[in-house]
């Protein structure tokens, strides 16, 4: 890593949280270069999230005895 990387990466981790992911989220969006690729992944996700529907919440004991019996041994 150069010079000027380390100085920034030290002034960005300076910043308040809320000023951080700020940036993150631009820096992210500048490397979305493909807008059609990420409306096709954002419309699969919609879809997907769509597709689960109500779920019932459970405990983690109640949850991992259902994976034991699914799945002995």
């Known amino acids: ?3 000027a ?3 920034l990466q030290t002034e960005v981790l300076h910043l308040p ?4 992911a700020k940036l993150l989220d631009r820096l992210i969006a500048s490397l979305d270069v493909d807008a059609e690729a990420e409306a096709a992944w954002d419309a699969l996700a919609e879809k997907r999230e ?3 529907g109500a779920r ?6 109640v949850a991992i005895a259902r994976l034991e019996a699914r799945f002995p041994g």
């Open 1 to 3: 890593m150069s010079i």
């Open 17 to 20: 949280p809320s000023d951080r």
């Open 50 to 52: 769509q597709g689960l």
């Open 5 to 7: 990387f380390e100085v």
């Open 56 to 61: 019932v919440a459970v405990s983690a004991d």
